[in-house]
Structure formats: structure tokens, C-alpha cells
């Protein structure tokens, strides 16, 4: 098909569009804050890439599709088998290795970030053990955009700069742009379920069409890789509110070799170890390989401009039945999953975050004491409802950081007061469960709150208050009665 007589793709808008599996195996970022782009991983491949912020998806899926040009096109999530490893220690890098199931083939990927770009990076080796194979294998890169949360709207081009071809998408003021070290020959932008490289390369096993624009739909992004003898190469996938501050970054994270990113990300993950205090490697069967790896995971939630707000998951529930009047999914806050993750990195020695997120914690709350069901970074609330399980939790976070003396200019005991208030005055009733499903008496609820107020007790004894003490006191043991 020629590319001059059919710049625009078809099908548009696209199919509705959906999102992917929430069966996530991997998250990871760069620990500096300067990197603002955040990747999951599941089935072999990158899911959602987020970007700027902890809570906003930009893409549905990047994978590789494999084909002999002839016979056969296989898709790495479907078709091939998946390993994952962590190559270094107290580190959220991965290697994913993809086989084809015969033994043919395999793909390995290391996936990683610039360690101070919002680029994502994906050093990918192609080994072929079928001499019948070598030299007829061609791979192609595939990548969903869903930017700024929204699979419908989104507009994509071919486009080069400096000589060198690029694909690259656009939504509102979100700028995404794919480059590959070793080049792209070939490369087209299609509507989902239409005009898609999926579309063409499962029906002709190889590119036959090479669309120049698909604009204000459900896309996809297609583009040859211009394998190297030794089948080694990086893409690289970058973000930006311009279409030049996106490419600066990306031109700029592939100039240096990989290796370099590989050793500076490890690098910066590793100097936030665990406090040797609370090292437990010889507590368990792997050295405290688990132990690091899941404080890790837990640090990777926590947005680096509205710091100490950390979302409950990097993932969309039911995503492959969740389209764009769904906007919301696991990336939100949730205040009980906040103070359990702060709590979990307190466990570590890790104070400076669980101290960010009761910092976040006291500017979102409401002037009543209480909390939104849930919310986005920025502290505004997604649903509605009233949890006294989740207005009580602050309080425990703020007792075990008092606790611990950890060292600060900022009380919290307006936050503790007004929470204490709220509680005294809605309770023992609770609007909604901690399932988000029954209002009532809930026992997790009720223990909850009944420890809460036990800490403002021991508070504001502390503080010379007698009288409130015993009166939070007597109320708590009414509760517990």
C-alpha cells in the first residue's frame, strides 16, 4: 500500500476502546523525582505507562509482534511464554524473558526508566535457535496509547526528527513519541480494530500498510524494527507536555547506552536500602530478598509532586471490561491503603515517606474531620462516600510516628482533634463498611475507630488535657462494650 496515497488510516474512530489486566507482575519508576513516568507489567509486557502523576494512565499495552514475513505473526502477551526475573537486588528492574513455545525464539527485555527523564526504556534481545528462522524474523513494535486516562481522542503521526523516524501521539496537552536505537523502517498509525498494525500484520504476516496519521480516535502506533546481526536494541518510549520536550527527552536518554541508565537507576534504588536496624535477611528462606523487593513496590506508589500521596494500585480492575466513562480504578487514594502502606514502610525504618503521607493526609482533610471514600493525588474526591474506618486511620499514623520520635516541625493535632470529633459525633455507625459495600455496626470498623480514639486519648494526656481524655477514654470503652 503506498504510504503517499493513504496517509490517513481507516476505520476511525476505532473500536470503544478498553483497558488491560490488572493482574500486574511488576511496577516500577526511577527513585529520583525528576522522572515522572511510572510502567506496570503483566503477561510478558509493558501495560499502563503513567505519566505525570502516579494516577494517570497513558497507555493500554507495548508489546512486540513476531513474524516470519510468510507463515505466521505471534503476539508476545497471547502466544508466547513468560518469565520474569529481578536481575538486581533492592530494585524494581526487570528482565522479562518471552519463548516461543517450541523453543524457536525467545525475547529478552530488560525494563527500566531514564533515571532522570520521563522516558521509558526497553533494551530487547532477539535470540533465534531455529536456523530456519535466522535472518527472516522481523519484530514490530506495538504500543496502545491512552493518554491523559482516555483511550477515545487520541491523535498519532508518523514524524521524524533530525533525519531519524519516529511515531508519536498526542491528547490534549500529553506528548508520547517512540524511538528505537537501531531505527525504524517502517511504521504506520491505525484505528483499534481497524487500521491497526495488529489488524495488518495478523492478516498478512508483515507491513503492508504504512498510514501516516490516525487523529482523534482509538489508536495504535506500529513500527519495524531494523534488527541489528546481533539482534540487540533499545526503544525507548518518551513524555512531555510538547511534542519537542517529549523528543529532547527521548533523543537525549538514547545518546547514552543503556547500561549507563541501568547502573545509575540500580544505583539510586539501592541507596535507599533498608536501615540496617531493621534488616531481616536472616529471618527468612531468601536473604530478605522479598522483604526489600515489596518495600520497594510499596515506595513506587507514591507520586513525586504530591508527595506522600500513594495510590492503592499502578492498576485498573476489570480493565478489559473498563472503557473512558470508567475513569477511575486502583490509581486513586484510598486513606485506609495509604496508612497500611506508610505503616508497612514505618515497619522498615522508613519514616520520611509515612511523614509525607500524614502531612498529605492533614491538607486534604475536610474541615469536619473526615476523608473522601477516595480521591485523586491532588486530594479531590472520585466517589462519595463516608467510611469512619478511613477517618480514624490518620490518627493511627500519626501515634506510631509520635511513637517512634520521629523528628519534625509539623503537629498534627488539629488533624488528630477534628478526625477524633468526627468520629465521636458519626459513630459508632458507619455510612459504608470497609468493603465499600454495607453501612451498620462493622466489627473492622469499629476497631478501628476504638483504637483511634484510644491514641487521642493517650494524646491529650500527654498534651494536660485530663478532662478530653476521659472523656474520649469513657467513649471508647462504650464502643467497645
Known sequence: MNPAENSVAFGAPGIEPRWTSSAKEGVGTAYHTSCRVWFTLSHGIVNEIYYPHVDKPNTRDFQFLISDGETFCHEEKRDLNHLIEYPDRDCVFYRLTNSEPNGRYRLIKNVLTDPHLSVLLVHTKLEVFDESLRGKLRLYALLAPHLAGFGAGNSGWCCEVGGIKLVRAQRENIHMIMGCSAGFPRRSIGYAGFSDGWQDLMRHFKMEWEFQAAENGNIALTAEIDLPEN??????????????????????????????????????????????????????????????LSRCVLLTHEDKVFQGAMVASLSIPWGETKGDQDLGGYHLV????????????????????????????????????????????????????????????????????????????????????????????????????????????????????????????????????????????????WQRA
Open 231 to 292: 539482534g540487540e536494541f533499545t526503544i525507548a518510549v518518551g513524555f512531555g507536555r510538547s511534542y519537542q520536550g517529549a523528543a529532547t527527552k527521548l533523543f537525549q536518554s538514547l545518546a547514552d547506552p543503556f547500561e549507563s541508565h541501568r547502573q545509575a537507576y540500580v544505583r539510586q534504588w539501592q541507596r535507599a536500602v533498608v536501615n540496617p536496624k531493621f534488616d531481616f535477611s536472616s529471618d527468612t528462606s531468601d536473604g530478605g530478598g522479598i522483604y526489600r
Open 334 to 477: 484510598w486513606t485506609r491503603d495509604l496508612v497500611h502502606s506508610a505503616t508497612a514502610l514505618l515497619a522498615t525504618g522508613q519514616a520520611s515517606t509515612p511523614l509525607r503521607s500524614l502531612i498529605w493526609l492533614a491538607a486534604i482533610q475536610r474541615t469536619d474531620g473526615s476523608y473522601p471514600q477516595n480521591s485523586w493525588i491532588d486530594g479531590t474526591a472520585y466517589w462519595s462516600g463516608l467510611q469512619l474506618d478511613q477517618v480514624a486511620f490518620p490518627i493511627l499514623l500519626a501515634w506510631r510516628l509520635h511513637k517512634r520520635h520521629t523528628p519534625n516541625l509539623f503537629t498534627p493535632h488539629a488533624l488528630i482533634g477534628r478526625a477524633a470529633a468526627r468520629l465521636i459525633l458519626q459513630g459508632p455507625v458507619t455510612s459504608q463498611d470497609r468493603w465499600e459495600e454495607n453501612a451498620g455496626y462493622s466489627p473492622s470498623t469499629l476497631a478501628t475507630v476504638i483504637a483511634a480514639l484510644a491514641c487521642t486519648g493517650e494524646w491529650s494526656r500527654e498534651l494536660g488535657l485530663t478532662n478530653s481524655a476521659d472523656f474520649i477514654f469513657a467513649y471508647a470503652d
